[in-house]
């Protein structure tokens, strides 16, 4: 069966120069109501007192269809919202989820799950259906959303997949605030990046700290965990009957030891990862089959999908690992498992003047930027396993 929603009331008052007052929505949903339209989206109040006074007027209507009122699940005060739209009393209450963020990782799809369970629990006990939508729907990780609409069904009235912010990024968000400013982005090596700042040549920038100067400041935003990767080929050629049953184990961490004659793809001598590296493995006693240097982490990952090698991976570039694992065959896909004993993280900040001037435009940036990859702690080995480990 299908059924028509329409969202005139709410939708159309978003287009330029149009603006409806209450006698205009009132006229409105009755029409609409006679055309037998099915459903009608009434308003997006938020907190407003006049759109929630005005949503409250066209519910109150004695009307055919349903009436939604949208409001925003994932606001600090969401059940403040819930609360003011369950009063304005619709048939039903919508609300969105950003499947973006909560298909980072298991750890932020299961803290999403349960707070649209809470969602749906107080709309039910207002004696409302609860809808729910996905901002970022066509931007999210592909398993991580079909788990999360696995868990979403089972709690709310109705999903909505896609919805007119689908392909919006921190980049769309920024530029819809700010469209007359234009964002150069620039890649080099954090050392080069830090002196562009203190010229003035740069406003900011994500990295690591290589040299400390006092005229910059540091925002530390994300501990890097490192992680082993090897594809499921190299695993089973290497333990034979004993894989997949040695994922169990592994996913507590394994022992470097075991791919002692292995060829592996590390990061360029000299950096900090590598140092980093190096200075683990003295302790382990352990000096690996280096076959490749280079410092893109991504070919590297690449290298590990074909089983040419296998790596080492930063938290940040797990992402891009789930996104080689999509179109991987089983031998292809990548396994990441935590190392034991490995303490070393790599520390990103991010890094600005210390005297620099930031009008909003700047620091509306840096929230976006910190927000971006502050999202990456939630990604873990746990993330690559939970297929297998069911």
Not at 303 to 322: D, E, K, P, V, W
Request: proline fraction near 3%; charged fraction near 25%.
């Amino acid at each position: 069966m299908v059924e028509l929603c329409d969202v005139t009331l709410r939708e159309g008052e978003q287009t330029p120069g149009a603006v409806f007052d209450l006698q205009d929505k009132l006229e409105l949903a009755g029409r609409l109501d006679n055309l037998g339209i099915a459903q009608i989206q009434v308003s997006f109040p938020g907190l407003d007192a006049r759109r929630l006074d005005e949503a409250k007027a066209v519910c109150s209507l004695l009307l055919r269809c349903k009436t939604e009122v949208m409001t925003k699940g994932m606001a600090e005060d969401w059940r403040e919202r819930i609360a003011a739209a369950c009063a304005c009393g619709p048939d039903i209450v919508h609300s969105m989820v950003d499947a973006r963020a909560a298909c980072v990782s298991a750890a932020a799809r299961r803290k999403a799950l349960a707070h649209v369970k809470e969602i749906c629990d107080e709309v039910h006990a207002a004696g409302k259906l609860c809808n729910i939508s996905f901002i970022g729907a066509f931007d999210a990780d592909r398993e991580g959303l079909i788990g999360l609409i696995r868990g979403i069904v089972c709690c709310a009235d109705r999903l909505r997949v896609a919805d007119s912010y689908g392909i919006a990024t921190p980049e769309d968000v920024y530029y819809s605030e700010f469209p007359n400013v234009k964002v150069i982005f620039s890649e080099a090596h954090s050392d080069k990046l830090a002196h562009l700042v203190l010229k003035g040549s740069l406003d900011m920038f994500v990295g690591v700290q290589y040299a400390y100067f006092p005229r910059l400041e540091y925002e530390s935003l994300l501990d890097e965990k490192l992680y082993l990767t090897i594809n499921g080929g190299k695993l089973r050629e290497i333990f034979g009957n004993g894989f997949p049953e040695i994922l169990k184990q592994f996913s507590e961490g394994v022992d470097v030891a075991q791919f002692l004659h292995q060829p592996f793809a590390m990061n360029l001598a000299g950096s900090v990862f590598r140092g980093g590296m190096d200075d683990f493995l003295n302790r382990e006693g352990v000096k690996l089959h280096t076959v490749f240097e280079n410092g893109d982490q991504e070919l590297q990952l690449e290298l590990c999908r074909r089983g040419m090698t296998i790596s080492f991976c930063t938290q940040m570039h797990l992402y891009m690992a789930r996104r080689l694992n999509e179109a991987a065959l089983p031998d292809e896909r990548i396994y990441v498992f935590p190392v034991n004993r490995m303490t070393m993280c790599n520390r990103l900040y991010l890094i600005r003047h210390r005297d620099a001037y930031f009008p909003p435009h700047k620091e509306r940036m840096r929230q976006i930027a910190c927000e971006v990859v502050r999202q990456f702690q939630l990604l873990d080995s746990d993330d690559f396993m939970e297929f297998e480990l069911q």
